[in-house]
């Protein structure tokens, strides 16, 4: 689900960086985000959903190289529950009533 955001953090480099970009992919507890440069694995960051106008924090987990568009895939993942932060509903996981 491409998602537009607003993202603030520090880049692999240890410069501060805020961008507007996108996301692949969203999540119950995390997102795979497009980045112009690698964030650094292990910190934290700050996602403004464009859509719900709602901010979340998140923590880096995983970084792949850049792709054919020159753009970073960084893994994320929520330091808190999400809610609707995305604006969507996640079936519920299985096993569970």
Do not use: C, Y
């Not at 507890?29 to 690698?38: D, E, F, N």
């Amino acid at each position: 689900m491409r998602v537009p955001v607003e993202i603030r953090g520090i880049a692999a480099d240890g410069i501060a960086m805020e961008e507007s970009t996108f996301t692949g992919v969203v999540g119950e507890t995390g997102a795979m985000i497009w980045t112009s440069k690698a964030l650094q694995v292990g910190t934290q960051v700050e996602l403004t959903n464009h859509f719900s106008q709602r901010t979340a924090k998140f923590r880096v987990v995983w970084v792949k190289e850049p792709q054919d568009n020159g753009l970073w895939e960084n893994g994320v993942e929520s330091l808190q529950p999400l809610d609707d932060f995305w604006g969507v509903r996640f079936p519920p996981n299985a096993g569970t009533k």
